[in-house]
């Protein structure tokens, strides 16, 4: 059972790189959305979607672009890459209405 | 806006005894509240949840009821083992579950 995949896991950018974290989700759920998690703070939403072609922002989506192009998919782009975006990112999918997040394992950004 | 304050952590016990970890909401309306557990080097798992005034979740041992006049959703177990040690996080969802908002986390070390 895959559920909900991110890659990579790790990685290192400096700043001003640019990069995409890939999340996808094998159980047909229509809303997806991205968190970061940083020390002290819990979980911010950065970005959510409601189904292939809808996006919205969440609380802190600046620097961060998103598109649905698939049910499946839902990258999550960095156009230039800040310190400040260090951070562990999560992937997470439901059914709409269901009221439980399924998430992905993470991945931890760190940029110098 | 919507928001949730939970009390920090670390939170260190003794196997066997009892635990609390305290959570209180903002919102406007009628959220759904959680609690979600996040086990070293994994992504977030529902752990309970409560959709209406005075609903109990529970779930391996651990409840929490929706007071709606305290505006509060404590954790309960009465008696942690050493694989609750984990890192707690509760949240809340407005009625549509497009946007949660987490808390910033409770970390239990439970000691053999």
């Known amino acids: 059972n895959a559920g909900v995949t991110q890659t990579p896991k790790f990685q290192v950018l400096k700043t001003g790189q640019s990069m995409t974290l890939q999340c996808a989700q094998d159980?047909?759920?229509?809303?997806m959305s991205w968190y970061r998690q940083d020390p002290g703070m819990g979980l911010r939403l950065i970005h959510y979607?409601?189904?292939?072609?809808?996006?919205d922002q969440g609380e802190v989506p600046n620097g961060y672009n998103v598109s649905r192009s698939t049910t499946e998919d839902f990258p999550l782009r960095l156009l230039s890459a800040a310190p400040s975006q260090t951070s562990v990112y999560f992937c997470?999918?439901?059914?709409?209405?269901?009221?439980?997040?399924?998430f992905g394992e993470g991945s931890r950004l760190t940029v110098l | 806006g919507d928001s949730v304050t939970q009390m920090e952590g670390p939170v260190t016990l003794s196997e066997e005894a009892f635990l609390t970890i305290n959570c209180t909401y903002t919102?406007?309306?009628?959220?759904?509240l959680f609690w979600y557990v996040q086990y070293p080097g994994e992504g977030l798992q529902l752990l309970l949840k409560?959709?209406?005034?005075?609903d109990k979740g529970s779930n391996k041992g651990f409840e929490a009821t929706y007071r709606k006049e305290t505006t509060s959703f404590h954790l309960e177990k009465g008696s942690v083992q050493v694989s609750d040690s984990a890192v707690y996080f509760c949240?809340?969802?407005?009625?549509?579950?497009?946007?949660?908002?987490f808390g910033s986390g409770t970390k239990l070390n439970v000691k053999p």
């Open positions: 997470a999918s439901s059914r709409p209405g269901a009221g439980e997040l399924f």
């Open positions: 949240a809340l969802s407005p009625y549509n579950f497009n946007k949660f908002y």
């Open positions: 919102a406007t309306g009628y959220p759904s």
């Open positions: 409560a959709t209406k005034a005075d």
């Open positions: 979607s409601v189904g292939a072609g809808i996006t």
């Open positions: 159980m047909n759920h229509e809303y």
